[in-house]
């Protein structure tokens, strides 16, 4: 049985919801759960298992769902296609944030009082934490649903969630604020509670990282190599593109799938891919060399000692990424470049002869023009790394 934990992250809260949908899919037990923030509230839906009111709330999600705000002013404010009108507006809001000391979310904890149920949380058996902060006695708080007073939870959450810019309430006569300023991804809240596997959801939102000791956890994480927008950036598109993203991030996390932007089932082995490199005829090796620069040097040597290293900085891969990686990711940039469709499960040879087709198809007429001046200048200084890619996939994947 798994523990769940879920990163602070405000707005970008919608990628927890879709990786967690990946999770119900695997059909993987969860038997805890904790968050700090959005994760928090987050949590608080999956622990009472409705994850379904969850998933249509973030996918319908607006500003006004959150704090006292007009939808159409923040998506004009967004947009930057403000008028007069607007501006004035806006300004008697601002005006309004700064007399009430934060912005106004009674909106959100309205609709925390609906959607919560205490109840179905404190008698479902799964362990539930939350992170927050006492400003009265200037202590961080690591909660369990025991520890927090019987009717008082959508209070402790929302001082889970109190972000620095939000108006505050006093709970029992105390202010708190984001947990996140203390422990944002609260994985010892569960290990605390006897919980070594664990599936960490990331959102890299603001707040601190606290250092614990996870040896001997094993601990998956799911986490975007995206940009999920801004932490109070509440745009239904941008959830339901954080929704969708996380959860393909899930899957990718939970079944081993490959790839960097896309999601490749692969049961090749590192030999596999090395062949790919090493049945390169040495013409072509030599063709490579002449393309990057590279001067006389046995073609072996070339291929390993600098062609492929040099590649590897064109993709903007590390030292330590293996041969399958530097493979993948070649393909990945050429399906990017060709708009190849991102969300899907993709097997890895049906991914290759899908690349391979939309490279033919458009690479013919720039083959020619390509060939006809690379050998006069320098190329890294003209060409830059769309071509680079295209021109040498079109030799190591003989396409």
């Given amino acids: 049985m798994y523990g769940l934990v879920l990163e602070g992250g405000g707005a970008k809260g919608a990628y927890h919801i879709g990786a967690y949908k990946a999770i119900k899919d695997m059909n993987i037990e969860i038997g805890g759960v904790a968050g700090t923030s959005v994760g928090a509230l987050n949590g608080a ?22 704090m006292n705000a007009d939808d159409i002013e923040m998506k004009k404010l967004k947009k930057g296609k403000l008028t007069k009108e607007d501006i004035k507006s806006l300004s008697e809001r601002i005006k309004g944030v700064i007399n009430e000391k934060g912005i106004d979310v009674t909106p959100l904890k309205d609709l925390l009082f609906e959607l919560v149920d205490e109840d179905k949380i404190r008698n479902s058996g799964k362990d539930f934490g939350i992170v927050t902060v006492s400003l009265t006695d200037l202590k961080p708080l690591e909660l369990y ?4 007073p019987e009717g008082k939870l959508v209070e402790y959450l929302l001082a889970s969630a109190y972000f620095p810019a939000f108006k505050k309430e006093k709970i029992n006569g105390k202010m708190y604020i984001d947990g996140g300023i203390y422990n944002n991804l ?31 956890l094993n601990i998956i994480y799911i ?50 891919f090395i062949d790919i490199f090493l049945n390169t005829e040495e013409n072509k ?16 040597r070339a291929l390993f000692e600098y062609i492929i290293p040099r590649i590897s900085d064109v993709l903007g891969l590390k030292k330590e990424n293996t041969y399958e990686e530097i493979a993948i990711s070649f393909l990945e940039e050429l399906a990017i ?10 097997n890895y040879d049906d991914f290759l ?20 001046i690379v050998n006069k200048v320098d ?21």
């Fill in 223 to 272: 986490s975007p190599n995206d940009d999920l927008g801004k932490t109070l950036d509440f745009d239904g598109e941008v959830a339901r593109k954080n929704l969708k993203l996380g959860y393909y991030d899930g899957l990718k996390a939970l079944k081993g799938l490959k790839g960097y932007k896309y999601y490749i089932e692969s049961k090749k082995d590192e030999d596999y």
């Fill in 337 to 346: 470049i060709y708009n190849i469709e991102r969300f899907k499960v993709y």
């Fill in 45 to 66: 839906a999956i622990a009472q298992d409705d994850f379904e009111k969850a998933y249509e709330l973030w996918y319908n999600m607006c500003y006004s769902k959150v």
């Fill in 379 to 399: 190329f890294l200084s003209v060409f830059n790394r769309e071509d680079i890619i295209k021109r040498v996939a079109d030799i190591i994947f003989r396409i």
């Fill in 353 to 372: 002869n899908i690349v391979k087709k939309e490279h033919r198809n458009r690479e013919l007429e720039e083959k020619n023009i390509f060939y006809k």
């Fill in 186 to 216: 609260p994985i010892n809240l569960l290990s605390n509670k006897g919980y070594k596997d664990i599936i960490a959801i990331r959102t890299h939102g603001p707040g601190r990282l606290k250092k614990n000791d996870n040896s001997g």
């Fill in 145 to 148: 649903i025991e520890d927090i």
């Fill in 285 to 300: 090796i030599i063709e490579i060399g002449e393309i990057l620069g590279i001067g006389d040097i046995p073609y072996r």
